[in-house]
């Protein structure tokens, strides 16, 4: 957990079922926070290069095209949520610089329906233009419609988001690039989820 005053990521004993994991984060004053799991390390993988961008094996119906150089790759994932505390701050909303985040830039509790909404993507502290942007809605698990829309971000690396309907959602984006000196694997690829709601107007 991080936020504007002095936070901690340590959490009561909660229980670990077989499909997810319940924890309680405090917050003792009042304020913006934001919850986030932290960079984790996950498998290993190959890909190579097309004209449309990096892709991993596996991902597309056909097999890697004749020649392509496969390279290693080790996924790198992160998922955020802020909660609200009285009255918001904007300490939280200050992007730490290191890895691929979403940084809101409205308060999280004024995303409204049918209005839009500002972000701005970034890695290691630099916008990304043109990034592919998948919205996932919460109600798609009984409507089966899972995604709200399929975007991205501007020149500026600014992410306008409209969503159609008060609820919970969440913004899913990857980034594959050169790893840093010393890692595991020559190259990395980068998600990042945030999940948010949004009021009725």
């Known amino acids: 957990m991080w936020s504007g005053q002095t936070a901690t990521r340590r959490s009561a004993p909660s229980p670990n079922l077989r499909d997810l994991a319940v924890f309680e984060a405090p917050t003792p004053v009042d304020g913006l926070y934001r919850l986030s799991s932290g960079p984790r390390a996950g498998r290993t993988a190959k890909m190579y290069h097309t004209p449309s961008g990096w892709k991993m094996v596996g991902e597309e119906d056909a097999p890697p095209p004749p020649g392509a150089e496969l390279v290693d790759v080790q996924s790198i994932t992160v998922a955020e949520a802020y909660v609200m505390r009285g009255v918001p701050d904007e300490a939280a909303l200050k992007p730490t610089g290191q890895g691929l985040e979403l940084q809101p830039l409205i308060q999280p509790n004024q995303i409204v329906a049918g209005e839009d909404a500002t972000f701005r993507l970034l890695f290691d502290g630099q916008p ?22 399929e975007t991205a971000t ?5 992410l306008t988001l409209r969503v159609s309907a008060p609820g919970a959602y969440m913004t899913q984006v990857r980034y594959r690039t050169a790893a840093p000196a010393g890692s595991p694997t020559p190259y990395r690829s980068y998600t990042h989820t945030l999940t948010f709601t949004a009021d009725a107007g």
């Open 128 to 149: 990304l233009a043109d990034a592919p942007v998948t919205v996932f809605r919460e109600a798609g698990q009984y409507d089966g419609k899972t995604i709200e829309t």
């Open 154 to 158: 501007d020149a500026s690396g600014v």
